[in-house]
T-cell receptor
Framework: GAVVSQHPSRVICKSGTSVKIECRSLDFQATTMFWYRQFPKQSLMLMATSNEGSKATYEQGVEKDKFLINHASLTLSTLTVTSAHPEDSSFYIC???????????FGQGTRLTVV | QQQVKQSPQSLIVQKGGIPIINCAYENTAFDYFPWYQQFPGKGPALLIAIRPDVSEKKEGRFTISFNKSAKQFSLHIMDSQPGDSATYFCAASNGAGNMLTFGGGTRLMVKP
């Protein structure tokens, strides 16, 4: 099946710093990628839709200036958590679709811990 | 986001049992219903998916039953194994390429 790679898998950062998470579609091009956030023992909550070559679409309640999304190519979307705080600690997951008619393939997730 | 309600939150079965996980949705525009399996610290992996034009789909030990009029769908795992112990999520979207709305998840434990 299609492969979506996320990097890093784990990151620990200090409060106030920024962290960049990469999501790559390894064997297909994805015009749209999605970023989710998952707290322990909870479901996945959509944060934003990343569109190649245009601005991301953020879900209600998600601060676009805090969670910067860049989808600069058809195989790479990045999520930057700016001025991170301990409450931003979570599991961040991206997904991509091979084309508009196919299922979502998920990355392996990134565990962010802000200390 | 529109809701997808999933139950139960947790489930324990013996090896060989048939756990059943149920989901209900509200948005009649949804036309794609996948199930995902997630192990701790990993991203979700697609198990099986169904569209509303069929009432049942089977892939290996996994079966989806779909009731369009009731706006409900369920996952059955036949001959469950300890390796099936994971969290299962149902989801829905209006088109396979669109954003998914996830259910709350079910933590399944299959005892040896």
């Amino acid at each position: 099946g299609a492969v979506v790679s996320q990097h890093p898998s784990r990151v620990i950062c200090k409060s106030g710093t920024s962290v960049k998470i990469e999501c790559r579609s390894l064997d297909f091009q994805a015009t749209t990628m999605f970023w989710y956030r998952q707290f322990p023992k909870q479901s996945l909550m959509l944060m934003a839709t990343s569109n190649e070559g245009s601005k991301a679409t953020y879900e209600q309640g998600v601060e676009k200036d805090k969670f910067l999304i860049n989808h600069a190519s058809l195989t790479l979307s990045t999520l930057t958590v700016t001025s991170a705080h301990p409450e931003d600690s979570s599991f961040y997951i991206c997904s991509a679709h091979r084309d508009p008619s196919t299922e979502a393939f998920f990355g392996q997730g990134t565990r962010l811990t802000v200390v | 986001q529109q809701q997808v309600k999933q139950s139960p939150q947790s489930l324990i079965v013996q090896k060989g049992g048939i756990p059943i996980i149920n989901c209900a949705y509200e948005n009649t525009a949804f036309d794609y219903f996948p199930w995902y399996q997630q192990f701790p610290g990993k991203g979700p992996a697609l198990l099986i998916a169904i569209r509303p034009d069929v009432s049942e789909k089977k892939e290996g030990r996994f079966t989806i039953s779909f009731n369009k009029s009731a706006k409900q769908f369920s996952l059955h795992i036949m001959d469950s194994q300890p390796g099936d112990s994971a969290t299962y999520f149902c989801a829905a979207s209006n088109g396979a390429g669109n954003m998914l709305t996830f259910g709350g998840g079910t933590r399944l434990m299959v005892k040896p």
